[in-house]
């Protein structure tokens, strides 16, 4: 969205918007194909095209891995996790080097890790 012009450039951005409201993959590549197709010879949308079409699946890749999660509806489990591991740094303060760094945010993984593999409550449904 920062490469995109400000002015006169509500049609664009709302084709953009719609299409992370898609959850199937297919129409989603289809919807960024079209908007692709009608934007690139214009020279205010080029770099945003570009940037659309190269990101596209990296994006995407939430529709991609299953049906089972059809939208991520929020991110804070990842917050949380960054906020544990913020919190211990902060105790410690001073690390003496990358391998004791690594080893706290290690530590905190497992912590976090045996704790959601005991919990009765499903934060992610895995299938197999």
């Known amino acids: 969205m920062t490469t995109i012009p400000k002015k006169n450039s509500k049609p664009f951005r709302e084709a953009i918007k719609a299409i992370f409201k898609l959850t199937d993959i297919d129409s989603a590549r289809d919807a960024k194909n079209r908007i692709v197709a009608g934007y690139i010879d214009q020279s205010k949308y080029t ?3 570009e940037v659309l079409d190269n990101g ?11 049906t089972g999660n059809h939208r991520l509806k929020s991110t804070n ?12 740094e902060k105790i410690i303060r001073i690390f003496p080097n990358r391998a004791s760094a690594n080893r ?6 497992m912590d976090l890790h045996d704790e959601w593999i005991s ?8 299938e197999h």
């Open 104 to 109: 706290l945010i290690e530590a905190v993984l």
């Open 56 to 66: 596209f699946e990296d994006a995407f890749q939430y529709a991609v891995v299953g």
């Open 119 to 126: 919990s009765t409550r499903k934060y992610i449904k895995f």
């Open 77 to 88: 489990l990842l917050e949380r996790l960054n906020q544990e591991v913020r919190r211990r």
């Open 47 to 49: 770099k945003a095209c």
